[in-house]
């Protein structure tokens, strides 16, 4: 029988056609790779209307992409402690959004050059993915996505009412 590695009512079993779809637009023409921002901000989007990290679950394209076909590659093996600690995650998140922020500053407005901040970032976060991916388990980058990392930290302030 065939393992199921997503829910049913999830849009996983697809969504890493979006994904390769961006890498191809992207490729084409820079300018697609503004709909990466979309990535970027759908997770906050569902915290904010109360679905928690429901976009980690059951619609991110790149962790669609790394469960569909890293079962296959991947050593399987669980990330180590320190790479799940919150330090590891907050210092990747200064990190990409270091790099975010000053893409955005140094491209003088230029969309052309934001377009290519955003893809830059997300061929960055993907390699470091596929790597954790296949020396880890499948969907390793989902425990240390920066921007999971996020929707989790509000996810609790929100639930302490803060």
Do not use: D
């Amino acid at each position: 029988m065939k393992k199921l590695y997503f829910k049913e009512n999830s849009k996983m079993s697809w969504s890493w056609v979006l994904m390769v779809l961006f890498f191809i637009l992207s490729f084409i023409n820079v300018y697609f790779a503004l709909l990466g921002l979309i990535c970027m901000l759908a997770p906050l989007y569902h915290t904010v209307r109360g679905r928690g990290k429901i976009n980690c679950s059951h619609y991110c394209p790149r962790g669609s992409l790394f469960g569909k076909f890293f079962p296959y590659i991947s050593f399987n093996n669980s990330l180590p402690n320190w790479m799940r600690s919150n330090l590891f995650k907050n210092l990747l998140l200064i990190f990409m959004f270091g790099m975010m922020t000053s893409g955005f500053i140094l491209s003088n407005g230029s969309l052309y050059k934001i377009s290519f901040t955003v893809l830059r970032l997300i061929i960055i976060s993907t390699g470091i993915g596929i790597i954790l991916g296949i020396f880890f388990k499948p969907r390793a980058w989902c425990q240390v996505c920066p921007m999971g990392h996020v929707t989790s930290a509000l996810n609790r302030k929100k639930e302490k009412g803060e």
